[in-house]
């Protein structure tokens, strides 16, 4: 049997099913959930959404909804006078009802007085965090704080390495409505935000660079190039970046396709990617661009050669890093250092591997107690 007062059915006819398994709201699709064990959709959670965030349900459907389904936020939501405005005849009621007592008071004072003593006092309650919230926050966002909360969102999701899908978490919608519940209505999608969000992001940091670059052309007068082929699930892909400075900028991903990627091809890329920046920078490659950076393969030094026939003034470097790392693989396949090495890693592994020996290393190394 149902719970009193509650009509589990009423909800459900503002819901849809896009899937099997999935129900949506029926005012704003981005509302997805996953069906219950039964493959029924969750009433109690739709109806929270229907009543507490869904910003196109119209106003008579949420105070029917919020009338027949007594759940915990909608209930909370009540005593604490966010609902008002759902019921605009409770003020008109509620005089009526005073008049009415008025009128009784005055016919029956020893009754009236009598019931006054012994109303029992409103109990006072612990506030909670939602007593808190500001009235900011439950407002409209203007446009201007709506594009700075969407930049952040990207700069988080990219900075952290995060999935776009982390939009439609029901876990990252609920922080969400916590900080600020009038940005969860209007937070971008999963879809929106690399359609949208991301190329916004890439033009912020492209201007962040040329700033840096402008401002501080004394210390950091030009431009290096980078590019760095890549293995992804799609095939292979070259990522170009652009560096000033502290700064790295992601320029663009390249898909050779059925390209054979020789030095020829690596070279018209660099030369495109330098024409390119200058135009941006409304200025000529000589002012704009100082050197190339690639990995340490053949292929990428015949590069370096044909760019700098078309740029004489670009330093074309390896990747000095992988370098060193090479070096340091060539030295240590000679005889003697790789027997040095070896012994090093067994007296290694040896300290390592034994507690005692490793506390009177770091005894000895002065490191210990």
Same mark, same amino acid.
């Given at each position: #049997?149902?719970?009193a007062g509650r009509k589990p059915g009423l909800v459900l006819e503002h819901v849809i099913k896009p899937d099997p398994h999935l129900s949506s709201c029926m005012y704003c699709p981005d509302f997805t959930i996953s069906c219950n064990s039964t493959g029924n959709p969750q009433s109690a959670r739709h109806a929270d959404h229907a009543v507490l965030s869904c910003a196109n349900c119209p106003d008579d459907v949420r105070r029917r909804i919020a009338d027949a389904h007594n759940t915990k936020a909608i209930n909370t939501a009540k005593e604490l006078g966010k609902l008002d405005h759902l019921y605009p005849d409770k003020d008109q009621s509620e005089s009526t009802f005073a008049s009415t007592a008025a009128a009784s008071s005055s016919a029956s004072t020893t009754t009236a007085t009598t019931t006054v003593a012994h109303r029992p006092k409103k109990q006072k309650t612990q506030a909670s965090i939602t007593n808190h919230v500001s009235a900011s926050s439950t407002s409209k966002i203007?446009?201007?704080l709506l594009k700075e909360l969407n930049m952040l969102l990207i700069t988080l999701i990219v900075g952290c390495g995060l999935s776009f899908n982390v939009v439609a978490s029901v876990f990252f919608v609920?922080?969400?409505k916590m900080l600020n519940p009038a940005y969860a209505?209007? #937070?971008?999608t999963r879809t929106?935000?690399?359609r949208t969000w991301l190329p916004n992001l890439y033009l912020e940091v492209k201007k962040k660079v040329y700033s840096f670059r402008r401002n501080n052309s004394a210390a950091f007068p030009y431009l290096t190039v980078g590019l760095d082929a890549v293995k992804t699930q799609s095939g292979d892909k070259i990522n170009v970046t652009e560096s000033c400075g502290p700064f790295v900028q992601f320029n663009r991903c390249i898909d050779p396709g059925t390209n054979s990627q020789n030095h020829h091809y690596y070279a018209e890329k660099i030369?495109?990617?330098i024409?390119?920046?200058a135009a941006d920078a409304g200025s000529t490659p000589f002012d704009v661009y100082a050197a190339v950076v690639m990995d340490n393969t053949s292929t990428n030094y015949a590069a370096f050669k044909l760019v700098e026939?078309?740029?004489p003034w670009l330093i074309c470097l390896g990747c000095r890093t992988h370098f060193f790392d090479l070096v340091c693989e060539d030295v240590f396949n000679i005889d003697e250092f790789k027997a040095i090495l070896k012994a090093v890693l067994a007296a290694t592994k040896f300290i390592k591997g034994h507690k005692r020996v490793l506390k009177l290393f770091e005894q000895i190394k002065g490191k210990g107690p």
């Open positions: #049997m149902s719970k203007g446009p201007a609920n922080f969400i209505k209007v #937070m971008p929106c935000l690399p030369v495109t990617v024409n390119e920046g026939q078309v740029f």
